[in-house]
């Protein structure tokens, strides 16, 4: 049975950053995408963007140029989100999720890190 | 952006019933970059349609996608008490990747 792991919760200060990790169990997102997607409290839910673990590339929301990261490690099968300059309205919780293709779906995810950005 | 509005926001049904979930698009989106998911309390999404109409893997027929252009359905047919949560469309052809903000089926 697939299993995805997140790092655990984090509290941030304003201006700090923050770096979550996603790992699955076996080969699962080998060969696919691993999207980010983050949900603030009653918001709706947003996309941050995507790594291909084969080629490394990768395709950031505009909103997060420049202030995010994504990166794969090929050894230990695990993606990582690595955000800076935090700021209150980055609270959310963050969720990892497999994409097999452009047409596809996410179809399995993270149980989500929750990173709260208070002073 | 591509906003997506969902309607109604709030559906209240009995089991058995069949719910109807609108997805409206600001713009028009290719039928193969439609998705829709399930949330319920605490847990992360759950895909359940993708390419407007595809069920994912382990997804009871009873849940139809359809539509096309700026418009977008999910059906579900005959509730059941483990449907009744929170569903989210998403597009995913054009960059950024947006979602709805959602349609509760809560039981009546």
């Known amino acids: 049975q697939v299993q995805v792991m997140q790092s655990g919760a984090e509290v941030k200060k304003p201006g700090a950053s923050v770096k979550v990790s996603c790992k699955a169990t076996g080969n699962t997102f080998l060969g696919y995408y691993m999207y980010w997607v983050r949900q603030a409290p009653r918001q709706r839910l947003e996309w941050m963007g995507w790594i291909n673990t084969i080629t490394g590339g990768t395709n950031y929301a505009q909103k997060f140029h420049g202030r995010v990261t994504m990166t794969w490690d090929t050894s230990t099968n695990t993606g990582y989100m690595e955000m800076w300059s935090l700021r209150s309205d980055d609270t959310a919780k963050y969720f990892c999720?497999?994409?097999?293709?452009?047409?596809?779906?996410?179809?399995?995810w993270g149980q989500g890190t929750t990173v709260t950005v208070s002073s | 952006e591509i906003v997506l509005t969902q309607s109604p926001g709030t559906l209240s049904l009995s089991p058995g019933e069949t719910a109807t979930l609108s997805c409206r698009a600001s713009q028009s989106v290719s039928t193969t970059y439609i998705a829709w998911y399930q949330q319920k309390p605490g847990q992360a999404p759950r895909l359940l349609i993708y390419?407007?109409?595809s069920r994912a893997t382990g997804v009871a027929d009873r849940f139809r996608g359809s539509g096309s252009g700026t418009d977008f359905t999910l059906t579900i047919w005959g509730l059941e008490r483990e449907d009744f949560a929170l569903y989210f469309c998403?597009?995913?052809?054009?960059?950024?990747?947006?979602f709805g903000q959602g349609t509760n089926v809560e039981i009546k």
């Open positions: 390419g407007t109409s």
């Open positions: 999720a497999r994409v097999k293709g452009s047409y596809s779906g996410m179809d399995v």
């Open positions: 998403q597009q995913y052809g054009t960059s950024p990747y947006t």
